[in-house]
């Protein structure tokens, strides 16, 4: 069964510093891997997705990569701004289940950005 | 982007009674839609994943008879909380997935704030 770890579970810093969140999933059979990002109270905001394939993906101040065979994937955000404060997270779509396929999500990293 | 709608966005009902929610794709049509619960401070958890046309496929753990997903047409789903209780007091969230030549991807909506008092 896969499980999605995010760490940490909270992150508080300073405007314009960079940051990195972090997400570990226990097993390599990934499809692909997303970020999202969550508001309170708000739904699902896709920011990055990550092909098995691929090792990185950019956008903008963020850059996401992908180290399957190990397990892990990162968020770096780049010149932090009040405005990134969200629950950001990470979730995993497995290379089985066809059409029907299930995305495990983590529980995610509540970002506070201080000004 | 594809935009997935929900309606209501917050609900309070009284227990016992039971409460539909409408998960609409916008601007394209979904095949597949998935209702997510979401608890506080925890991960979204799949409760069924909905197929135009044939009934739902529900997770282990979740009673299909409480709730009750119903998607008739391409751009609507609804799901319903049948007897609810204030343990169903919950973020649900739905999403819609969009298959294309080069798109495989799911769009999620808003959610909707249930409190059963």
């Known amino acids: 069964k896969q499980e999605v770890t995010q760490i940490p579970a909270a992150l508080s810093v300073p405007e314009g510093e960079n940051l990195v969140l972090n997400c570990s999933f226990t097993d390599s059979a990934i499809y692909n891997l997303q970020w999202f990002r969550q508001d309170p109270g708000k739904g699902l905001t896709s920011l990055l997705l990550i092909q098995s394939s691929q090792r990185e993906q950019t956008s903008g101040r963020l850059n996401a990569s992908l180290d399957k065979s190990s397990g892990r994937s990162t968020l770096y955000i780049a010149a932090s701004q009040p405005g990134d404060s969200a629950t950001y997270l990470c979730a995993v779509r497995p290379t089985s289940g066809g059409s029907n396929y299930k995305l495990t999500f983590g529980k995610g990293t509540l970002l506070t950005v201080n000004p | ?117």
């Open chain 2, 1 to 117: 982007g594809a935009v997935v709608s929900q309606h209501p966005s917050w609900v309070i009902c009284k227990s016992g009674t039971s409460v539909k929610i409408e998960c609409r794709s916008l601007d394209f049509q979904a095949t597949t839609m998935f209702w997510y619960r979401q608890f506080p401070k925890q991960s979204l958890m799949l409760m069924a994943t909905s197929n135009e046309g044939s009934k739902a496929t529900y997770e282990q753990g979740v009673e299909k008879d409480k709730f009750l997903i119903n998607h008739a047409s391409l751009t609507l789903s609804t799901l319903t909380v049948t007897s609810a209780h204030p343990e169903d007091s919950s973020f649900y969230i739905c999403s819609a997935r969009v298959l294309a030549l080069y798109t495989d991807t799911q769009y999620f909506g808003p959610g909707t704030r249930l409190t059963v008092l």
